[in-house]
């Protein structure tokens, strides 16, 4: 399951550094660049879940571990 999240990490990472490149700097919200900006952000809400997955598990283990 580990190495699933952090597949899913990389994933989520590869897919925000191509949509930011579609992002237009003069026009942000405008055609491809409002899909781009939605895409960058819901890749950053992906990293940021599966980081809370994986320190959740770790504290899971670590209280377990101490029963």
Do not use: D
């Not at 599966?50 to 504290?59: C, D, G, W």
């Amino acid at each position: 399951m580990k190495y699933f999240i952090y597949f899913i990490i990389v994933a989520a990472a590869g897919l925000g550094i191509f949509n930011a490149s579609k992002i237009n700097i003069n026009a942000p919200f405008e055609g491809e660049s409002t899909v781009g900006l939605i895409t960058v952000l819901a890749s950053l809400c992906a990293i940021i879940l599966m980081l809370i997955l994986l320190v959740s598990r770790r504290i899971a283990q670590k209280a377990k571990g101490h029963k």
